[in-house]
């Protein structure tokens, strides 16, 4: 197993950069994921990790040795693509044991260490199949397989779940996760399924057009997102943003909502100068209330039941909010109702560089 | 309209053509089985008076047929291989790599791919003739493999194109080497779309002429198209019956070999051909 | 010695720039490239270049190349009326085959297009006359036409018609019709891949569309089948002009040019010039002009693919 240190990487196709000064250091069995809108260099990243694809400026490390000039044959590393990438005209077992043979093992050695990973994958009894005979699940499993079955120094993941269905998806989640705990390998993996990366990762990497936005674990990133972009990448729904004002109160801190109709006591911030600001608050962090004193107002637009939750959709000033509670909510189309929330849940970026502000 | 009853008016609008593209086939077998004197007479039928089998005969072992049908062989093969082991690793750098230059390379494959060698024939023979390569099936094998390889290449890569190439790169991350990689994981999945491609030029080679005819002058060295032309202007009388039964062994085989991939020249040729 | 301190710096400074992976890059491709591209330039352009020269020059029989003669083996050719009237035939053997190429090619696609019973045997016959050599389909046509033994004759007097001993070639309007017959009927099979691989593109849903939307079928064929259909039969077209134009078996083998040169085209004229009279710089300058010709035609072909393509970029 090993660490994997990125440092200072930049990828350029002639006057385009695709990844800009990204620097991430990756420790000694984490599962990290790179996570990200499409277009936002993470499967490039993932790609130049891989040695698949080379690199403009910058060292890639594995294990302290620069890796930048050899070969993905040389790295030692496992990946497993979006597409899985199955050989199809190989079984189950020769895709599986195809990396061994690569490398000159025995036969009854391919065959132990084939049988024991199709044990460990449950692919027993698909072993003679062909990748066209597999499901979509199966296919993923057998790519596993294929990775596994070295014991390479890292895995490397590009979207490995993104052509599975729903359910199947959570449940190859799952699972992997469970294979990442008995295994204890390095794993990298590339997602723009937040929630894939909130449920899997040990950390996650925030990435945007080619540079790193955050690092951090699932809920550092969630509870103290670095900037806008962040906290609206990270949650389901997306968080709820206002451009707002930040005064000076009696010994603590006032937001002034531009859509609102007064002042809000922030009683846990320290009073502060004269500031624009974006706000922002989670759906799950707001409450509706009657819209009588209320120091923000929304107008309800429609309500969703999804069993569990209800999601009130409103328009508070221009913009479109989202409260999610746990109570059904008995609201019609049109109605004006005041919305609350406790100011330790509040997210304040600076105005102008959209940076989170501490305090 | 029922499928029956549309396959009626379908098969009844096509007949004319199918009847004008059989008959020749009908004319080959017919006379190929009858005795010469059954062809020069006054009371001709299409039955032949019995299934006669002495024309193939005398053609392959007293008029020599078999040695042009073994130049055909030779060259078609010659050629095939010859032109598949160049447009092999061209298609593939093409599908594959960043290659300089690579617009100006299709399009001048495209060119030389419509260029018909009968208008350079002058050129091709003075060139063969100054590394005394004429009479030599050498000549027509290179020859052909420079005029119908830029098709395999096109062909060729239409087909690599296909492969997508998460499989290599799959395989170089399992340990495999670029060479290892084609060899073990591209070929094998790509073999389909060159076996239509070696087939295609196979046939074609099979069947040029006007290289055979210019650059072969000995009769010996004849293909099998060249001496069969041959036959119909040197002698005093016209042999149709053994003209007609070399026809016959010439192209029914290749045409049963070309039947088998028509269905991968619909489509796949001729989207290639517009995109 | 000085060169280790030469490349010392030279390696300390790669590590700043891109990184090689042990990729081959694009001077690998080249090589890969290469052979092709020699076979072709050297099969290919030297003879290019060879008739060139030759047009260019007074060339003798034996084809030692003398001294310059400017255009004067254009001129000579052009001078020639058996040249003029090669290029007069070579216009109308060029229409005439492509455009009943496509005359006929095209309802055969759309039937064949049609799902019937026994589609597949249909196509494999219609496609038949592309397998077989075109000098052995003259030879066998040649033989059918024959006035006294062939089978034409033979079936048409069976059906009682007065053709028992009719010299289909002896008269060379008769030989030339029948040989633009004979060149439709092997370039049907190419035209009709190129036009089935059209009518298979256009996806069915359309037709669902435009019957929905109440058009008769008649009018789908007219605003869906006859517009999406157009690219291809324009590739046809300009494919089919240029295999045509310089097609040599048919009329080699059938008539040779005669009689009396009337079923002459350009290129059965070049290759006499050059291999039976041995005037090597008319048939190179007959060539060049051919060439020329050829190549206009190729860049239609390229500027029509291009275009295509791009549109279909959108």
Known sequence: ?359 | MTKAKKSLVCWALLSPFLLVVLFPYATMLSTSLKQKDEIFTFNRTWLPRELYLGNFAELLFEKGFGRALANSLAISIGATVLSLAVAIPAAYALTRMRVPAKGALTNYLLITQMISPIVLIVGLFRMFAYFGLVNSLLSVIIAHSAFFMAFAVWMLQSYFATIPKDLEEAAWIDGAGRFSAFVRVFLPLCLPGIVVTAIFTFVNSWNEYAMSLTLLRQVSQQTAPVQIAFLTGTLYQIEWHLIMAATLLASVPVAIVFASIQRYLIGGMALGGVK | MPGIEKTAPRRAASAGRSSKLGLPGPAFALILIAPCLLLSVAVIGYPIFDVIRMSLFDVSRTGVVREFAGLANFAKAFADPVFLQAARQTVIWTVCVVGGTLLVSVPIALILNEDFYGRTIARTIVLLPWAISLAMTAVVWRYVVNGDFGTLNMTLAALGLPFENYPWLADARMAFLIEILIGILVSVPFTVTILLGGLTSIPESLYEASAIDGAASTKSFYYITLPLLWPFMQIALVLNVIYVFNSFPIIWIMTNGGPANRTDILITYVYKQAFAFGKLGNAAAGSMVMFAILLVFALVYLFLTKSQGARNDD
Request: negative net charge; charged residues 20%.
């Open chain 1, 1 to 359: 197993m090993a660490s994997i240190n990125l440092s200072n990487i930049r990828k350029q196709y002639g006057s385009v950069t695709i990844i800009d000064d990204v620097s991430i250091a990756i420790e000694d069995r984490e599962f990290v994921v790179l996570v990200g809108p499409s277009g936002c260099g993470k499967s490039t990243l993932l790609r130049m990790i891989a040695g698949l694809e080379s690199i403009s400026a910058g060292t890639i490390a594995i294990d302290g040795e620069v890796v930048n000039d050899i070969g993905p044959q040389r790295r030692d590393l496992a990946m497993v693509f979006q597409t899985y990438a199955l050989y199809p005209h190989m079984t189950t077992a020769q895709n599986i044991g195809f990396p061994l043979k690569l490398r000159g093992a025995s036969q009854d050695e391919i065959g132990r260490s084939v049988a024991e990973v199709a044990n460990t994958l449950h692919l027993d009894a698909l072993l003679d199949r062909q990748p066209r005979a597999l499901s979509g699940g199966q296919r993923q499993r057998v790519a596993m397989g294929r990775a596994m079955v070295r014991e390479p120094r890292a895995f490397l993941f590009d979207e490995p779940l993104s052509n599975l269905d729903a359910k199947l998806r959570h449940h190859m989640r799952i699972e992997l996760r469970q294979l990442h705990k008995s295994l204890g390998a390095t794993s990298i993996y590339v997602t723009h399924d937040q929630i894939e990366a909130m449920t899997m990762a040990d950390r996650i990497v925030v990435m945007n057009r080619g540079k790193v936005e955050q690092v951090g674990t699932p809920l550092e990133l969630f509870d103290k997102p670095a900037n806008v972009f962040v906290a609206g990448f990270l949650g389901s729904p997306t968080i709820n943003l206002g451009n707002a004002t930040l005064g000076a109160g009696d010994g603590s801190a006032t937001l002034e909502f531009h859509a609102g109709s007064g002042p809000i006591d922030l009683a846990n911030v320290p009073p502060s100068a004269h500031k624009e600001v974006v706000a922002g608050v989670r759906p799950q962090h707001l409450e509706v209330v009657s819209p009588e004193g209320a120091k923000l107002t929304g107008t309800v637009d429609l309500v969703e039941h999804t069993g569990c939750e209800t999601n009130v959709i409103l328009s508070v000033g221009s913009e479109k909010w989202t409260v999610q509670s746990r109570a059904r909510q008995h609201l019609t189309q049109g109605e004006n109702v005041g919305l609350v929330f406790d100011p330790t849940n509040l997210h304040l970026f600076a105005a102008d560089t959209k940076e989170r502000i501490r305090w």
